[in-house]
């Protein structure tokens, strides 16, 4: 008996989660794959095979390509924006004998426990043109024009990309934290007294070290940029605003899946999606492990 | 003490030693003092939307788009809150609970789940199990966003649209929360077990007694995480909940903007008063918040 029930405990232990799991999770999965083959338009509709159509479209849609494009264009800030700003803010964290510091650390991070409803309300406020908190107490005070931040296709992407440093700096900032005090102290010490100035101890010690954090902070971000949804959607409208300049991939399959009812359509951007994070990740991968040989 | 010695040779060169440490001292201090003010003024515009959301929710419409802007109240009113909560433009009361108790019955049972599998890993060998645990971490790699579709679609046959069950089932079932209780329960040492089991304990027993309290830690960070996101969600909640009855604080106020752009106060207020638990939580959990967002970061 009590053998038995050993022998039967772990698949009752885990059968919750993949029972739930395949039905929620790896079903959709799996029919979405077969769906991006289709051509269903509506719920009631029968879909009609349209074999790879979906995805031929998908290269022809305007939309979609300024979607992938809008979406990698905040993506790229990201990298080479906020990651830059969060391993500063990072560094300056692990400062020994700053006073506060334990406060800033939690106070960057603040702004990303609210919701991305809440921050797109907020940020209707601070881009406002002519009302808003950046053109009336920065740049008006620095005798700059005010700056139409949603409403000009050209300043939509930096504005979103402003938003993101404000989100997610601070977060980002902990990751790096994080790494910097699993690196040995003794080892830049070890640096220092060998004659290395503090530029050569970051550049020659402290990043090398830092690759696994980098790694995991840069996927992250991708992957966060490729979900960005509620803030675009929000600040820029559903189709995000004059000439789609704020239109995000998510935003575009929300808009055909749920507005159109386009589903097959729909699920082949889904998988378009899983083949532009995948392919990024790898590359990532595969240029941070190519650093490690040098 | 020191001072008091008569200046001998090597004191005098240790004098010199002192005032080059002191030149260092007063270097570094200065360049702590300049990036305690860098950081102070960043924090400065890290806060000021907020506060200027707070003190947005006290004015009049017609105040938050005037010329020259005011960033306190000049005429503080609590009509945007008396509005907001009497439900003249949205049940936000009603939406508020709805987001509440979705968010604490998701919390509870992902939770469950999680820690079932995780306990079911991380403390019993079984065939199969290798296998399962290398095609879970493969299905990783598809984003959420695939499955909106064919997951809208059975909800629509589940007869669940427009319900709590659309948005608590399928958000408590998170491979995250399956690999992280299981990294977490992998430390309950075995002895323990084989102990309870000598005095007749049951296998459910044992996970219930021994595993569950054992991991107080981990489930207080997937606790916290878990309540976060279920809090915060828009897209999926935004796709299944139709009714205004139903839907969850983000989708309501949502509605708001952009459709009455003339009830930006009420807007702020009820952002503000959202934000109130998530806050609550913050400071009371900031500890289990920082560490389950970096439990990943440091293994990389």
């Given at each position: 008996m009590g053998r038995w029930q050993r022998r039967l405990a772990p698949y009752l232990f885990i059968s919750p989660f993949f029972i739930g799991y395949a039905v929620f999770f790896l079903y959709p999965v799996a029919y979405a794959f077969y769906l991006s083959f289709f051509k269903q338009v509506g719920i009631g509709s029968q879909p009609s095979f349209v074999g790879l159509g979906n995805y031929i479209k998908l290269l022809h849609d305007a939309k979609f390509v300024k979607s992938v494009f809008n979406t990698t264009y905040y993506a790229a800030g990201s990298v080479f924006v906020i990651i830059p700003a969060a391993l500063a803010l990072g560094l300056a964290f692990n400062t020994p004998r700053l006073p506060l510091r334990e406060f800033f650390r939690l106070f960057f991070f603040t702004?990303?426990?609210?919701s991305g409803v809440v921050v797109a309300i907020i940020f209707g406020l601070v881009f406002n043109q002519p009302y808003g908190l950046i053109n009336n107490y920065i740049l008006e005070p620095l005798g700059l024009p005010k700056l139409g931040w949603l409403l000009d296709p050209k300043l939509v992407m930096p504005s979103i990309i402003l938003l993101g440093l404000w989100r997610y700096t601070g977060v980002n900032a902990l990751y790096f934290l994080a790494g910097l005090q699993n690196i040995p102290p003794e080892i830049q010490e070890a640096a220092a007294i060998d004659g290395a100035n503090r530029w050569q101890v970051f550049r020659y010690i402290t990043l090398p070290m830092l690759r696994p954090t980098l790694l995991f902070v840069i996927i992250i971000a991708i992957i966060g940029s490729y979900n960005l949804f509620a803030e675009p959607y929000l600040l820029t409208g559903a189709e995000g605003g004059p000439n789609n300049a704020g239109l995000f991939m998510t935003m575009y399959l929300y808009l055909n899946g749920f507005?159109?009812?386009k589903f097959g359509y729909t699920a082949a951007i889904g998988y378009a999606l899983t083949i532009i994070i995948l392919i990024l990740s790898l590359v990532q991968l595969r240029l941070l492990g190519a650093f490690r040989e040098d | 003490m020191g001072a008091m010695r008569p200046l001998t040779r090597s004191a005098q060169v240790s004098r010199g030693i002192n005032a080059r440490d002191l030149y260092r001292s007063l270097r570094r201090r200065a360049r702590l003092g300049l990036l305690f003010l860098v950081l102070l003024v960043l924090a400065v515009l890290t806060g000021a939307p907020f506060v200027y959301m707070i003190t947005g929710s006290f004015k009049l419409n017609a105040e938050i788009f005037?010329?020259?802007?005011?960033?306190?109240?000049?005429?503080?009113?609590?009509s945007n809150y008396i509005r907001l909560l009497n439900g003249s433009e949205i049940p936000f009361v009603r939406q508020f609970f709805n987001s509440a108790v979705i968010a604490v019955n998701q919390t509870l049972l992902s939770l469950l789940i999680a820690s079932l599998v995780g306990w079911g890993f991380a403390k019993y060998e079984f065939r199969g199990k290798r296998p399962l645990f290398v095609f879970l971490l493969a299905t990783l790699?598809?984003?959420?966003q695939v499955t909106l579709v064919p997951l809208f679609l059975l909800m629509v046959r589940l007869g669940?649209?427009?319900?709590?069950w659309a948005v608590i089932i399928p958000g408590s079932l998170s491979a995250f929360g399956a690999f992280f209780m299981r990294q977490s329960m992998l430390?309950?040492?075995n002895e323990l077990l084989d102990a309870a089991r000598i005095d007749g304990s049951s296998e459910f027993g044992l996970y219930w007694r021994v595993g569950l309290p054992l991991s107080g830690p981990a489930l207080s960070v997937l606790a916290v995480l878990t309540f976060l996101g279920a809090w915060n969600d828009y897209l999926w909640p935004l796709i299944v909940l139709r009714t205004a009855e139903k839907f969850t604080y983000p989708v309501g106020l949502a509605t708001l903007v952009g459709l009455y752009k003339v009830e930006y106060g009420m807007i702020l207020a009820g952002a503000f008063l959202a934000t109130l638990p998530i806050l609550a939580i913050f400071v009371l959990g900031r500890n289990q918040f920082v560490a389950g967002l970096t439990a990943g970061a440091i293994k990389g």
């Open positions: 702004p990303l426990i609210t507005r159109y009812l | 005037s010329y020259p802007l005011h960033f306190l109240p000049r005429e503080p009113t609590l790699m598809f984003p959420y669940w649209l427009d319900t709590y430390a309950v040492p």
